[in-house]
C-alpha cells in the first residue's frame, strides 16, 4: 500500500465542519507563536523585573496551555483515523482528553527525542566552535550536526506514528513496535521521513514570506495547523500501510 500524498492536503474535506475545526485548532497556535515572536519585545521594555516575571508567567502559562491543546488534537487526528478509519476531524467538545493528550505527546516526544537533542546541541556547539577557530574539522561536525538533526526528525516522525496507535506515553519509546512499523514497509517510511522534512522546509519559507505583512503574520497560525493536519494523515496512513503490508506478507 503506497501512501496517498495528494490526498494528505485535503482528506478533512469530507467533514462538514472542517473549516470551524481548523480555524479553531489555528486560534490555540495564535498565542505560542505571537508570545515566542513577541516576549523579548515585551521584556525590554518593562522596567520592573517582578513585572518582567509575572508577564513571562501568565503568558508563558497561556501559550504552554494553547500548545498542548494542539498537539492534543493533532494526535487525536492520527488515532482516529487508524482505529476508526475516519477522514472526519475529531471534534472540540472533548477539550479535557484532547489536553491530557497533548501532555502524553509532549512529554513522550521530549523523551524520545532526548539523547538525540543532547547531541545536537554537543555537535553544534562544537561545529560553532571550530568555525569559530577556523580548525579543519569544523566541516565534520556541521556535516555530524546536519545528520543528527535528520535521525532526530526521521525517529520522532516514526514514533510519532507509533504513539498515534494508543495515544500511551511508553509507545515513544516502544521501538521494537517501532521497528515493526518499518519492517517490510521501509518505502513508505522514507517517504513519510522525506515528506517531514519537506513540510518543515516548506513552512518555513512560507513563514519568511508572510512576515513581510500584517495580514501574513495572520494567517501563520492557520498554515500552522493545516500542515499538521496534512502530517497527521500521512502518520496514519503510514501506520495503516504497514498493517497492509503484514497481511500480504502473511498471506
Known amino acids: 500500500m503506497k501512501l496517498d500524498i495528494l490526498k494528505a492536503f485535503y482528506f478533512f474535506k469530507e467533514d462538514q465542519e472542517w473549516v470551524k475545526k481548523l480555524l479553531i485548532s489555528g486560534l490555540f497556535m495564535i498565542i505560542p507563536i505571537v508570545f515566542n515572536m513577541t516576549f523579548a519585545k515585551v521584556i525590554h521594555n518593562l522596567d520592573s523585573a517582578a513585572l518582567v516575571a509575572i508577564v513571562l ?3 508563558g502559562a497561556i501559550s504552554l496551555v494553547s500548545w498542548l491543546t494542539f498537539c ?4 487525536t487526528i492520527i488515532n482516529k483515523q487508524i482505529t476508526e478509519n475516519s ?3 475529531p471534534s472540540w467538545s472533548d477539550f479535557k482528553n484532547i489536553f491530557i493528550t497533548g501532555i502524553k505527546y509532549q512529554v ?3 523523551i524520545c527525542a532526548l539523547p538525540c537533542a543532547i547531541l545536537l546541541l554537543l555537535f553544534g556547539f562544537l561545529s560553532i566552535f571550530m568555525t ?3 580548525q579543519p574539522l569544523s566541516f565534520l561536525f556541521i556535516t555530524i550536526t546536519i545528520l543528527i538533526s535528520a535521525c532526530t526528525i526521521a525517529l520522532l516522525a516514526l514514533m510519532t506514528a507509533n504513539f498515534g496507535k494508543d495515544l500511551e506515553i511508553k509507545s515513544f519509546i516502544n521501538y521494537q513496535n517501532g521497528a515493526k512499523l518499518v519492517k517490510n514497509n521501509g518505502k513508505n517510511y522514507l517517504i513519510l521521513f522525506g515528506l517531514s522534512v519537506a513540510i518543515f ?3 518555513t519559507f512560507v513563514n519568511f514570506i508572510l512576515k513581510i505583512t500584517k495580514i501574513g503574520l495572520a494567517l501563520e497560525p492557520f498554515i500552522f495547523s493545516y500542515l499538521a493536519f496534512v502530517c497527521a494523515n500521512l502518520a496514519s ?3 495503516k500501510s504497514q498493517k497492509v503490508e503484514e497481511q500480504d506478507t502473511n498471506s
Open 57 to 59: 508567567i501568565i503568558f
Open 72 to 75: 492534543g488534537y493533532y494526535s
Open 87 to 89: 477522514n472526519v476531524l
Open 108 to 110: 513522550g516526544s521530549i
Open 132 to 134: 569559530l577557530m577556523k
Open 201 to 203: 522546509l516548506i513552512y
Open 237 to 239: 496512513q503510514f501506520v
